[in-house]
């Protein structure tokens, strides 16, 4: 299988950013191999149109093994892995501490860490670069006091940037997106949405469009590695 026809494969692919990205893919005819926890209706609507989508609920013993041995079963080289798969849990609403924690360092850390180590092989292509994207979050630089585990968590994947970057150069690429807001979810409230907002500079919500922008920078780089691209509006500036 040549590496235009390798498919990309993106964690948590059914909802928002994800889903986003793989609309963006399918539109410029790229093979697309999704995981979902949930089987929401759009998921019969994207195997209509050709997208792989394979149920992986991350909190289950063995899923990763399930999971990279369907893959390896379905193709035998991959153009990218995206880790998206993502859950915005926090403190107030779990006071199980060391369940939240464990948690968090599942879905962020130790599921990509994994996933990295059982298919990296897949993206060195002979005759081109593959890439893994890690999509982190803002908090990495920051922390959080309301989303302590999360940002602990997300800040473990970053490390793993560098360190995978390391670990597969120079056949294939590993950097991460750190975003912070994106897009709102539909029950957001007004109130909820003005004080978000006010927290960059730029003061917009900027949608799926600027994650898929730098994962498309990053696909066409030949040379960046270990590196990160903020999508903050310029947080850190406030």
């Not at 060391?98 to 962020?108: E, K």
Request: charged share 20%; aromatic share 6%; net charge neutral.
């Amino acid at each position: 299988m040549s590496q235009a026809a390798a498919p990309i494969l993106i964690t948590g692919g059914a909802q928002r950013i994800g889903l986003a990205m793989v609309h963006h893919f399918i539109a410029r005819q790229q093979p697309v191999i999704l995981t979902y926890r949930t089987r929401h209706q759009v998921i019969d609507e994207l195997e209509t149109q050709g997208v792989t989508c394979i149920h992986a609920d991350f909190d289950e013993p063995d899923t990763i093994t399930k999971l990279t041995t369907d893959i390896r079963s379905r193709t035998n080289t991959l153009r990218a892995i995206i880790h998206n798969a993502s859950s915005w849990d926090c403190e107030a609403n779990n006071p199980d501490y060391a369940t939240l924690f464990d948690n968090m360092m599942r879905i962020h850390a130790k599921v990509p860490y994994l996933i990295n180590q059982a298919l990296g092989e897949l993206l060195a292509d002979d005759d081109a670069i593959g890439d893994v994207i890690h999509i982190t979050d803002y908090v990495v630089e920051k922390g959080s006091p309301k989303h302590i585990a999360y940002a602990a968590s997300k800040a473990a994947l970053d490390n793993l940037t560098r360190s995978f970057a390391a670990k597969f150069a120079s056949k294939v690429k590993v950097n991460s997106i750190a975003p912070s807001l994106i897009i709102f979810n539909q029950d957001d409230s007004e109130q909820y949405k003005a004080k978000t907002l006010k927290k960059s500079i730029m003061g917009i919500e900027p949608g799926s469009k600027e994650v898929i922008n730098s994962v498309e920078m990053i696909l066409n780089s030949n040379y960046m590695t270990g590196r990160t691209i903020q999508i903050d509006g310029g947080r850190h500036l406030r």
